[in-house]
C-alpha cells in the first residue's frame, strides 16, 4: 500500500527559512498537499500541487516535487513564531478518494 | 475558503454510553465526507468514508458497529460512538469535499472525546 513518510521534528530559527521533507512510495499519486494542524485543532489545507509539477509558490511558501525520487518538500521563507504547527504531506490518486497522509512533522521556532 | 464545523469541540462521558459527533459543511455542498482518529502525536488514521444518501465504507480493523456514520444530507455527517470504552478516547476530525474540479479536503476543528 501507500506509505508517506516525513522527518517528526524539525527547528528553525525566527526569520530562517524552514524546508519540511517528505517521501512517498506510490509512483500513480497524482496530488500531493500540504496541511497544517495547530495544536487542539483541525487541519488547514496550506498549498497542493499536481503530479504534472515540479514547483509551486505561493507567498512564503515554496513546494518542490521531484517525481523521479518520489520527494516532495515546503519551503516556508522568513519563518515566524505562527509558523509553529505539525506539517502534514498527503497524496491522493486520480479516481480514488481518500488522502495518505505522512506522519507529520513538528515545527518549532526558536526566538 | 470552504469551511466544516464540528460539534462538540469537546466531550467527556462515561464508559458504556453513546456519543454523536455532528460534521457540517456551512458553505457548500459536500458529496463526500471522510471521518479520521487522530491519536497523541500521531498521524491521521481514515475511519470511514461517506457518500451522502448511501451507506459508509469502512476501512479495515474499523468496527462498524461500534462507529455508525450517517450522511443524511449534502451537508451533514454525523459519527456515533456506541458503548463507549476508555480506549475509544481520542481526537476524531472529519473532512469534507465538495465537487469544484481540483479535488481538496476540507476538514473540521475536531472533537476530543474522553470516556471515563
Known amino acids: 500500500g501507500e506509505d508517506v513518510e516525513q522527518s517528526l521534528f524539525l527547528s528553525v530559527r525566527e526569520g530562517d527559512s524552514s524546508v519540511i521533507n517528505c517521501t512517498y512510495t506510490?509512483?500513480?499519486?497524482?496530488?500531493l498537499y500540504w496541511y497544517k494542524q495547530e495544536p487542539g485543532a483541525g487541519l488547514q489545507l496550506l498549498t497542493y500541487?499536481?503530479?504534472?509539477?515540479d514547483m509551486k509558490q505561493d507567498q512564503r511558501l515554496t513546494v518542490l516535487l521531484n517525481k523521479k525520487d518520489k520527494h516532495l518538500s515546503l519551503r516556508i521563507a522568513d519563518t515566524q513564531t505562527g509558523d509553529s504547527a505539525i506539517y502534514f504531506c498527503?497524496?491522493?490518486?486520480?479516481?480514488?478518494?481518500?488522502?495518505?497522509f505522512g506522519t507529520g512533522t513538528r515545527l518549532t521556532i526558536i526566538p | 475558503g470552504a469551511v466544516v464545523s464540528q460539534h462538540p469541540s469537546r466531550v467527556i462521558c462515561k464508559s458504556g454510553t453513546s456519543v454523536k459527533i455532528e460534521c457540517r459543511s456551512l458553505?457548500?455542498?459536500?458529496?463526500?465526507m471522510f471521518w479520521y482518529r487522530q491519536f497523541p502525536k500521531q498521524s491521521l488514521m481514515l475511519m470511514a468514508t461517506?457518500?451522502?444518501?448511501?451507506?459508509?465504507?469502512?476501512e479495515q480493523g474499523v468496527e462498524k458497529d461500534k462507529f455508525l456514520i450517517n450522511h443524511a444530507s449534502l451537508t451533514l455527517s454525523t459519527l456515533t460512538v456506541t458503548s463507549a470504552h476508555p480506549e475509544d478516547s481520542s481526537f476524531y476530525i472529519c473532512?469534507?469535499?465538495?465537487?469544484?474540479?481540483?479535488?481538496?479536503?476540507?476538514f473540521g476543528p475536531g472533537t476530543r472525546l474522553t470516556v471515563t
Open positions: 473532512s469534507a469535499a465538495g465537487t469544484s474540479g481540483v479535488y481538496e479536503q476540507y
Open positions: 506510490d509512483s500513480s499519486s497524482t496530488y
Open positions: 500541487i499536481f503530479s504534472n509539477m
Open positions: 498527503a497524496e491522493k490518486n486520480f479516481g480514488n478518494e481518500k488522502l495518505t
Open positions: 458553505d457548500f455542498q459536500a458529496t463526500t
Open positions: 461517506s457518500n451522502e444518501g448511501s451507506k459508509a465504507t469502512y
